[in-house]
């Protein structure tokens, strides 16, 4: 069983920056694509950002593109996601997930372990 535990997520003011953190339990964190999404209130979750095992192959929603980075590190079992110029249109609930295969997807078919989701308020 895999666990995805996000942190990092606070309330921050319109342009500012936010790293968001997600650990993940088991050996085969290396092994496998990571992604973001996000959940607005009353809105579906939508795809934000992913990175493959070695980090050959990022994709970015194009929402967040020049804002938000995706990062990892292996040996630590973390994927992070770098978020700069926030707007309050970024406030939604954050979510990791590990990909099913070692690819990008941006739907949420493509992962099967999702973490709790941790809270990202901007307010203008």
């Known amino acids: 069983q895999v666990q995805l535990i996000e942190s990092g997520g606070r309330l921050v003011q319109a342009g500012d920056s936010l790293r968001l953190s997600c650990a993940s339990s088991?050996?085969?964190?290396?092994?496998?694509?990571m992604g973001w999404f996000r959940q607005a209130p009353g809105k579906e979750r939508e795809f934000v950002a992913a990175?493959?095992?070695?980090?050959?192959?990022?994709k970015l929603a194009d929402s967040v593109k020049g804002r938000f980075t995706i990062s990892r590190d292996n040996a630590k079992n973390t994927v992070y996601l770098q978020m700069n110029s926030l707007k309050p249109e970024d406030t939604a609930v954050y979510y990791c997930a590990r990909g099913r295969y070692n690819t990008v997807s941006q739907t949420t078919e493509g992962y099967d372990y999702w973490g709790q989701g941790t809270q990202v308020t901007v307010s203008s």
């Open positions: 990175m493959t095992s070695a980090g050959g192959s990022t």
């Open positions: 088991g050996r085969t964190f290396s092994s496998y694509a």
